[in-house]
């Protein structure tokens, strides 16, 4: 695919997503978090091109968090951010050495990791006046996620595409949440975008979440839906199918059995055997890029 094409795709579902959950609205600073990686470089690059799009509207700074690493080489990417004119400050802080220190032998690194560089970000969006802050997740890392706390946490949550931060200080929000990684990884190649390296998580093999995203890949190899389908199911919940006592009131249906007015028992519909995957039939062509 080309650029300029896969460029309008993923543009296209961003601003879908933008729109969907109302992430951006005129006069907003938007913090964007690049770790680097080839997702906060592509959010960074199509932000821009909405901003721009919609006369400068909203205003987009780029946010980098040195955790001073072994092997940190910011050089090519200070230059990409000079190049482009894009506003940008990379930040030294050392939360790599605390991050092995606090882990414990045989542990992964990244909840730690996450926490600690979460911590900084806020803080650093809230001195500086920033209302929104970016994250580069993308559909794939909210679908394996959905699968991670089912199977090792025992809870079924993934990563929201606008959340509100726990001291109430923050909104963050996910804009490539309908973009698949296949195709950010594409368009960051054709791209050349100046990628540093993550020693930190890479260094560990095995981790949970890649054998999850192994399930996902074997699943989509025999059913190239799968991915959209899981997503879909994201925003389709059926409180009544589940087995939360908090969320459904299982003690009092024998009161709710009869409907008074009618004397008819409502049948609650089970749900259909597969989603309908509203994510996956939209057309690319007939949406706008951002609504704001």
Request: hydrophobic share 35%; proline share 4%; charged share 25%.
């Amino acid at each position: 695919m080309t650029v300029k094409k896969l460029e309008r795709k993923l543009l296209k579902q961003m601003g879908r997503a933008i729109e969907d959950y109302n992430m951006i609205q005129r006069g907003d600073r938007i913090m964007v978090c690049v770790s680097g990686g080839k997702d906060s470089l592509t959010l960074l690059r199509l932000l821009h091109l909405a901003s721009v799009r919609t006369n400068n509207s909203f205003e987009v700074f780029s946010f980098t968090l040195d955790q001073k690493q072994p092997g940190w080489d910011d050089t090519a990417l200070r230059a990409w951010m000079a190049d482009n004119h894009y506003p940008y400050e990379i930040y030294e802080k050392d939360t790599y050495s605390v991050v092995l220190d606090k882990t414990k032998p045989g542990k992964a690194y990244c909840s730690m990791c996450s926490r600690m560089r979460r911590g900084t970000i806020y803080q650093y969006a809230e001195q500086h006046g920033f209302n929104k802050v970016a994250l580069g997740h993308h559909r794939d890392d909210l679908i394996t996620s959905l699968l991670m706390s089912i199977c090792y946490s025992g809870e079924i949550r993934s990563m929201p595409p606008k959340m509100i931060s726990d001291d109430r200080k923050n909104i963050v929000v996910r804009p490539l949440a309908y973009c698949a990684e296949e195709d950010i990884a594409e368009y960051a190649e054709l791209l050349n975008f100046p990628i540093i390296p993550c020693s930190l998580c890479g260094s560990q093999e095995g981790r949970s979440r890649q054998r999850i995203k192994q399930v996902i890949d074997e699943l989509t190899a025999e059913n190239p839906d799968v991915p959209a389908v899981m997503l879909n199911a994201l925003g389709n919940i059926q409180i009544s199918q589940l087995m939360d006592k908090r969320q459904w009131d299982f003690e009092g249906l024998e009161e709710k059995r009869l409907d008074k007015t009618s004397n008819v028992i409502p049948i609650q519909q089970e749900p259909e055997g597969a989603c309908d995957s509203s994510h996956k039939g939209h057309n690319d062509d007939d949406n706008d890029i951002l609504s704001v």
